[in-house]
């Protein structure tokens, strides 16, 4: 069953056309130079933009996304924006992700790094049962343990039944779970 | 999801900032009908008049600023992520019901104060039309947020500021005439056309033109 579909879609500033599909359970890994054109490719799927060229199928679906720069209110403490997130998605926060990922709850959202910060997006974007978790480059500004944590946390996810599509420049780090790799 | 809206536009630094412009405008709805009972009893309804339509016109004129504030404030990153869970279309229409509810949650105490000092101080009731004039200010500040929208999208969201500036500009130093005339181009910036009945349908009908104008743009423009 496809989640979407890309045919020969594209914009007029890119040189590629892409033709893709993500099914269910899939766990797709987007690589490729700078520039390639990932983050557009990324910003279709997520139907931000709409291609110039070629068409899009897409069914109605929940999708949890972690942009690449990560931008988060910065004057609410984790706990309260976690809390805030599970609520208006209508979910409870998943214990095992917090405790994976090493937060520091009662900081305040502008006291954390840029790292810990990109944990806070990743715990949001998997609240609320996404049918597809969007990821731009997630292991950027993670340190060598986060980053083989932030594979081991999506690898579950990817068993507990959410399909997966990450754009990365490390693609190695994913190959041993991921169905598919496109390479731009 | 208002939750979320209320803690990314009402920040600690901005509701201090909210909080000084609502003292301030208090202190001057204090002060001025206190000014007018001073006066000449036979000048003071005149001189109180005057004052009330200065109190409105300011009023109107900081609505303006806040609301597109806010608009441009819910333009947040984190909100356009938020886009690929719920859809464009919820978002939206949550951004339409938060900005329609600050409107009137800011204006409505702002307005009921003001004519309730005048009825405390001078113990005498306001003598404008003070329904009409809310109602007209806050179409004012929706239809002025409205169109400042799709500016708050672009690459230079400050840009959405030059709409309240003109509306600032051209209702202050504009003739009742001219500024008629304008109406019929942009229904805003006129305090006496609340004495006509369709002034309101008019102002309705350019809010929903300014509405299309955003879809299109939600439907083109990429979020970031």
């Known amino acids: 069953m496809n989640y979407i579909k890309l045919e020969e879609a594209g914009k007029r500033y890119l040189s590629h056309r892409f033709s893709l599909a993500i099914e269910k359970q899939d766990f797709l890994v987007i690589s490729g130079e700078n520039g390639s054109g990932k983050t557009t490719l990324l910003m279709m799927i997520l139907g931000f933009i709409r291609p110039d060229v070629g068409t899009i199928e897409k ?15 910065p004057f609410i403490p984790v706990m309260e924006y976690l809390l ?3 609520r208006i998605k209508k979910d409870t926060l998943d214990p095992h992700m917090l405790s994976a990922l ?6 305040s959202i502008h006291q954390l790094s840029k790292g810990n910060q990109q944990k806070i997006a990743l715990i949001s974007a998997c609240m609320g049962k996404p049918h597809l978790l969007v990821l731009d480059e997630p292991l950027s500004g993670l340190d060598e343990e986060m980053k083989e944590q932030v594979v081991e946390l999506l690898k579950r996810r990817h068993h507990m039944g959410t399909s997966i599509l990450v754009s990365t420049h490390e693609p190695e780090r994913f190959l041993h779970v991921a169905t598919k790799h496109l390479r731009l | 999801m208002m939750i979320l809206f209320e803690k990314i536009v009402f920040s600690p630094k901005k509701r201090v900032v909210f909080s000084i412009l609502m003292a301030s405008m208090m202190s001057v709805m204090i002060i001025i009908p206190l000014r007018a009972s001073a006066w000449d009893p036979s000048y003071a309804d005149l001189t109180l008049i005057s004052d009330q339509k ?24 984190l909100i356009v992520t ?9 978002i939206h229409l ?35 039309d003070v329904f009409n004039i809310a109602l007209h200010d806050i179409f004012d500040a929706f239809l002025i947020s409205t169109f400042a929208h799709p500016l708050a999208k672009s690459k230079h969201p400050s840009l959405a500021l030059l709409f309240p500036i003109l509306y600032t500009i051209l209702r202050t130093i504009t003739s009742n005439d001219f500024s008629m005339k304008l109406y019929t181009i942009f229904p805003a910036f006129q305090q006496e056309i609340i004495h006509y009945e369709l002034a309101i349908a008019y102002k309705l009908c350019y809010i929903s033109l300014g509405l299309l104008l955003i879809s299109h743009f939600l439907k083109r423009r990429p979020p970031f």
């Open chain 2, 94 to 128: 949550s951004k339409l019901i938060f900005l329609l509810m600050w409107i009137v949650m800011l204006y409505l105490p702002l307005s009921l104060i003001q004519n309730g000092i005048i009825l405390f101080l001078t113990g005498r009731m306001p003598t404008i």
């Open chain 2, 54 to 77: 200065m109190i409105a016109h300011l009023l109107s004129l900081i609505m303006v600023f806040l609301t597109t504030w806010i608009v441009m404030d819910l333009e947040h990153p």
């Open chain 1, 84 to 86: 805030t997130m599970a």
């Open chain 2, 82 to 90: 938020l886009n690929a869970y719920f859809g464009f279309w919820r």
């Open chain 1, 102 to 107: 090493d937060l520091p709850l009662d900081k």
């Open chain 1, 59 to 73: 069914r109605k679906l929940k999708m949890g996304y972690v942009p690449e720069k990560v931008v988060l209110p």
